[in-house]
């Protein structure tokens, strides 16, 4: 841990009265929360909900109207290349490049992360066998089927350790299955220390996370551990607290 991020005091995203306004229309509405470091965060809501606003601001690739974030301790209004160097980023869309071997994305990204190529080569050993695609290393990544895809996109998203990983509906479009193995590599993710910070549109997966923010138009509903939301909603599951926030009439 570097230091600011001890500074932070152990917190690895810290928001306070974030506003994110664009013209007359508030897409951020004073948010306030905090995540633990290693902490599985789920972040919730309905399309429009302000949830890819938040983001970008939390990732440094956009600056807050107001209030104060910090990411890896760092005042992302103030040093957002500090941020990027310090947290990975998965997308809903596939990341990484079709046209391009296993490896050879592996190397790209590496390089992109700064990583020496003693690095690189050392660390994409360590993922290929850990994903078992080790005799799968020189084909090219389209040949593969989408949960591979994925599973390796999230892998090359932590190749640098970072301290934050942020994964926007990183699990779109797979069986059930593979969505089931991909959360076991976020568990093994956050046992090594990386907060993840996850976006998804599946409310069993919210279930997955420690705690749970539900956006409603720009503005936090709810937050707390799942089983809490359950009790506090007297409902079944998160689908039907998420339903009870985002439609309560």
């Not at 974030?69 to 310090?86: H, L, S, T």
């Not at 926007?168 to 993840?196: C, H, K, L, M």
Request: contains cysteine; glycine residues 8%.
């Amino acid at each position: 841990m570097d230091a600011a991020a001890q500074r932070a005091g152990g917190a690895a995203i810290r928001v306070e009265d974030l506003v994110k306004r664009f013209g007359s229309f508030t897409a951020n509405d004073r948010l306030n929360f905090s995540v633990a470091s290693g902490e599985i965060f789920g972040f919730l809501g309905a399309n429009g909900a302000g949830k890819t606003t938040a983001i970008k601001i939390l990732c440094g690739l956009s600056a807050p109207t107001s209030g104060r974030v910090e990411v890896a301790g760092y005042d992302v209004a103030r040093y957002p290349e500090q941020v990027k160097r310090r947290i990975g980023y998965m997308s809903q869309h596939f990341s990484l490049y079709n046209d391009l071997t296993v490896y050879e994305n592996i190397r790209l990204f590496g390089a992109i992360y700064g990583l020496s190529l003693s690095v690189i080569r050392e660390r994409s050993d360590q993922l290929l066998r850990r994903l078992d695609l080790k005799e799968q290393r020189n084909r090219l990544l389209g040949t593969l089927s989408l949960g591979w895809k994925q599973k390796l996109a999230f892998s090359v998203a932590i190749l640098h350790r970072p301290h934050i990983v942020f994964l926007d509906e990183p699990t779109s479009g797979v069986d059930p299955i593979t969505r089931r193995q991909f959360w076991e590599q976020i568990y093994q993710a956050a046992n090594e220390g990386i907060t993840v910070f996850v976006t998804t549109h599946y409310l069993d997966e919210a279930e997955y996370c420690q705690r749970v923010s539900i956006m409603v138009e720009g503005r936090i509903a709810a937050l707390d551990t799942p089983k809490a939301l359950k009790e506090q909603g007297r409902s079944e599951s998160m689908n039907e607290v998420f339903l009870k926030l985002t439609r309560p009439n």
